[in-house]
């Protein structure tokens, strides 16, 4: 029996993976277990956890989760991928060679579940797709060979799979004749505009969203003004006086800053707290467009004032479902989050803080205190 997806707000409702990189079992994040406080309700959208703030000490898995979460795009969008390593894909301590991804998506009352599993970013082993649990695609990769294929619009499709095709899902999306409101078409298209970045040593890095970088210079230029970006600098006390010229010679847009005798190129004389700044407020014109956003060691190189000015930007986007992550334990703060949106990652686990304690929290709790104390050990 097929089944129509109504169109709805698209939201990330749960994710696990098993065997990947640093995760020797399953760990599973899940959006859709929260609480009833009558603060910040602002944060949970359709019953889900809109924006969600990760904490973990150095090593326990952050970043791991983030890959883990965006691997979905290597083999279902043409979007910028991120650069992980092949020969550690999966855990060296699980004699499995296999990741499995469990992503599940809400769209306004129905579910789509997309499994899968792959040795490696591009190898998958097989694909299913559930609508409301009931499987509707289920094909295996090494046989070659559908189990299910019950999709509106695929009656025809060619089940002799070429050895190129390398996602059975993408290439539906691409060569069948699907209606908007397909639950295929409705995840592609979400994965689609899924983004990662984060600002480190080695600079600026994404993934997903968009195929090539812009210059950040463009994306001002073509979502915003200099002036507005003047004054979200300000905003840090960083007092610029900026424009944005044409350089003559290689034919790009420079951020300059202008002084009394002289001017120069912004990424010229930033610090890289600045240098982070700018990129997060060039990504910020575009999160009207992103469906899902990751956002790892967002304030590594913020003063605590600034971390608090840039996550309250990002709760202000009620429309982009957000996970940030961060070592700075100042944000555990019921003004910035919630107990049931912030989350402890450990020990191959991550859990809101409602769920690593028998203590009940309120509002006037000081979470950081809480937590500094062992509250949250459980």
């Known amino acids: 029996m097929n089944k129509i997806i109504d169109g709805g707000n ?67 969008t043409d979007k910028r991928k991120l650069q992980m390593r092949t020969n550690n894909y999966t855990n060296g301590d699980n004699d499995k060679k296999f990741a499995t991804f469990v992503y ?15 040795t490696n970013p591009l190898n998958l082993l097989y694909e299913k797709l559930y609508v409301n649990n009931e499987l509707i695609l289920n094909y295996d990769f090494t046989t070659k060979n559908f189990v299910v294929l019950k999709i509106n619009g695929a009656e025809n499709y060619n089940k002799n799979i070429t050895e190129n095709v390398k996602t059975v899902i993408r290439n539906l999306y691409y060569s069948v004749s699907l209606t908007e409101d397909s639950p295929i078409r409705l995840m592609v298209d979400f994965v689609d505009r899924m983004l990662w970045f984060r600002c480190i040593d080695e600079g600026p890095q994404f993934s997903g969203y ?76 575009e999160f009207n467009k992103v469906s899902f956003l990751y956002l790892d ?55 809101n803080l409602c769920n690593c304690t028998n203590k009940e929290i309120r509002e006037a709790h000081n979470l950081e205190k809480m937590y500094r104390n062992g509250i949250f050990e459980n």
């Open 104 to 118: 599940v998506f809400q769209f306004g009352d129905n579910e789509i579940k997309y499994e899968y599993a792959k």
């Open 10 to 76: 698209c939201m990330l409702k749960k994710f696990e993976v098993t065997n990947f990189m640093g995760f020797k079992d399953k760990i599973s994040l899940d959006f859709s277990d929260h609480k009833d406080y009558e603060f910040n309700k602002e944060f949970i959208k359709n019953n889900i956890i809109n924006k969600a703030l990760i904490y973990g000490k150095n090593g326990t898995g952050k970043s791991n989760l983030g890959y883990a979460i965006f691997d979905i795009t290597y083999h279902l």
């Open 297 to 351: 060691e967002f304030d590594a190189f913020y003063h605590y004032e600034t971390s608090e000015y840039v996550l309250k930007i990002l709760n202000k986007n009620e429309n982009l479902q957000s996970i940030v992550t961060s070592h700075n334990t100042y944000l555990m703060n019921n003004s910035l989050t919630r107990p049931d949106c912030c989350f402890i990652i450990s020990n191959n686990k991550v859990q």
């Open 210 to 285: 968009m195929e090539l970088p812009k210059l950040l210079a463009d994306m001002i230029n073509e979502n915003s003004t200099v002036e507005d970006f003047e004054k979200f600098l300000n905003d840090n006390d960083l007092n610029y006086d900026l424009n944005i010229k044409k350089d003559i010679i290689n034919n790009l847009n420079v951020i300059m800053a202008k002084y009394k005798y002289s001017e120069f190129p912004l990424n010229a004389i930033w610090s890289t707290g600045t240098h982070a700044l700018t990129l997060f407020y060039c990504w910020s014109l």
